[in-house]
């Protein structure tokens, strides 16, 4: 602690003041600064004023009155099921078992109906296939993109454009996604 006029008793060391803790150089300034000294009895009083106050206690039961109201994170409160909500559980149960039950008992239709499924389904799929490829080859772009990649250099060319538009377009994302400190122009 300076010496007067330059410092001032802190509130840690009004702390240290009230639990007999206090500093030797903190307790020479207190002797020597007036101000300091007429802190110090403020704030003696306001302590005396404070611990002369009557203390509250909370009413009866006010504990467990919050309590009530406080839900308390990962304990749902109790549910009470209503009888609709016991009928309709049972009810689906008993559905659920009883398909369970026929699925057994009807083993060989139920087989027959998925390979009919399957094989409709797989008859969609390949029909879906030629109707793309049939519309596809009947585009005229098609024919002059044959025509333009007919030769082996220039579908070696053709490849090389777009292996480096490929390659660009990577360089391009990364500098994108990179971080701004990383990229030299980003400093601005």
């Not at 639990?19 to 003696?44: F, G, I, M, N, P």
């Not at 029909?127 to 990649?149: H, K």
């Not at 377009?169 to 971080?179: C, D, E, F, I």
Request: hydrophobic share 50%.
């Amino acid at each position: 602690m300076t010496p007067w006029p330059i410092a001032r008793l802190t509130a840690e060391d009004l702390d240290a003041f009230h639990s007999a803790s206090l500093k030797t150089a903190a307790r020479e300034h207190l002797e020597a600064c007036a101000q300091c000294r007429a802190l110090v009895e403020q704030d003696r009083a306001l302590l005396a004023r404070l611990a002369s106050l009557p203390t509250f206690e909370p009413s009866e039961g006010f504990s467990d009155r919050v309590m009530a109201r406080v839900e308390l994170p990962g304990r749902a409160p109790a549910r009470r099921f209503a009888p609709q909500r016991v009928v309709l559980v049972a009810t689906l149960l008993l559905a659920l078992g009883a398909s369970i039950g026929w699925s057994l008992l009807n083993r060989a239709l139920l087989l027959a109906w998925v390979d009919s499924a399957a094989a409709s389904l797989g008859r969609a799929i390949w029909m879906g296939v030629r109707i793309v490829a049939t519309n596809l080859t009947e585009q005229g772009f098609l024919v002059s993109l044959r025509d333009a990649l007919s030769s082996g250099g220039r579908v070696v060319l053709a490849a090389g454009v777009l292996l480096g538009a490929y390659g660009a377009a990577l360089y391009g994302l990364r500098r994108l996604l990179a971080a701004p400190g990383s990229v030299p122009h980003a400093h601005g």
